[in-house]
């Protein structure tokens, strides 16, 4: 797929995000559900999921949708996640829930950031505190006196 068009599928989806209603049952996987590079869900799941492992996207996406991570704006006084939050909430850990196993694992490139990055993204806290720079930071392993 092409990079561009990968980036405006995935722009889009991030923008419509709540459209989007994450299965709220057990997931069993049939033999065309079976992770497959010719599949074009699995292919932009892996590709996102990929890109989480990069603590520089975490933190573009932070910016960029902060209501989808939890983050309150500065002028809004109510405490509790936006419909949009819970629902990419919901979908992180959906992702979580099957990018874990090793059958789909062995797809990741970087394997280790990447589930590490997703475990996190499992925690409120960590979702609203990814867009503060001492946090990128700290994933990207740089000190700065």
């Known amino acids: 797929m092409d990079a561009i068009v990968f980036r405006n599928t995935l722009t889009l989806k991030l923008s419509?995000?709540?459209?989007?209603?994450?299965?709220r049952f057990s997931i069993?996987?049939?033999?065309?559900?079976?992770?497959?590079?010719?599949n074009p869900r699995f292919t932009l799941e892996l590709e996102f999921v990929s890109?989480?492992?990069n603590p520089y996207y975490l933190s573009h996406l932070?910016?960029?949708?902060?209501?989808?991570?939890?983050?309150?704006?500065?002028?809004?006084?109510d405490d509790s996640p936006s419909p949009d939050a819970q629902a990419f909430a919901a979908y992180l850990a959906y992702l979580y829930s099957y990018w874990k196993t090793p059958e789909y694992s062995q797809f990741l490139t970087h394997p280790g950031p990447t589930l590490r990055a997703l475990r996190l993204l499992q925690e409120e806290n960590f979702r609203r505190d990814i867009i503060l720079p001492q946090v990128i930071e700290g994933l990207a392993g740089v000190s700065v006196p």
């Open 62 to 77: 932070a910016v960029t949708y902060p209501n989808l991570l939890g983050i309150a704006r500065a002028d809004d006084d």
């Open 28 to 38: 069993r996987f049939t033999m065309e559900d079976r992770p497959n590079l010719t």
């Open 51 to 53: 890109s989480l492992a």
């Open 16 to 23: 419509s995000f709540c459209h989007f209603n994450p299965p």
